[in-house]
């Protein structure tokens, strides 16, 4: 059974760091490209980061791009979403994901809000 379990959310002012977490189970995690999503309410879920199995490819979307950073520890099936320069525009729930075998999979979510 696949399960995704996200960690390291929480509040924040503008220009500080989190660090979030998932740790991944029920898969081949190192076979399988990983990702990061985000939603507001109201709003559609959007993508803000991926990486490949090995951690040699990564993407961004434009809005996060140079602030943060993905990887993955495949001896701890884990992702890492490093998050700089937080903005208040960056406020939402953090969702990691994973397709395999043709069904996306997701977290519970970890929650970051950026507030003065």
């Known amino acids: 059974q696949v399960h995704l379990v996200e960690s390291g959310g929480g509040t924040v002012q503008p220009g500080e760091s989190l660090r979030l977490s998932c740790l991944a189970s029920?898969?081949?995690?190192?076979?399988?490209?990983m990702s990061w999503y985000r939603q507001v309410p109201e709003k559609e879920r959007e993508l803000v980061a991926g990486?490949?199995?090995?951690?040699?490819?990564?993407n961004y979307a434009d809005t996060v791009n140079g602030r943060f950073t993905i990887s993955r520890d495949n001896s701890q099936n884990t992702i890492y979403l490093q998050m700089n320069n937080l903005q208040p525009e960056d406020t939402a729930m953090y969702y990691c994901?994973?397709?395999?075998?043709?069904?996306?999979?997701w977290g519970q979510g970890t929650q970051v809000t950026v507030s003065t």
């Open positions: 029920g898969f081949t995690f190192s076979s399988y490209f």
């Open positions: 994901k994973v397709r395999w075998r043709a069904t996306d999979y």
């Open positions: 990486i490949s199995g090995s951690g040699a490819a990564t």
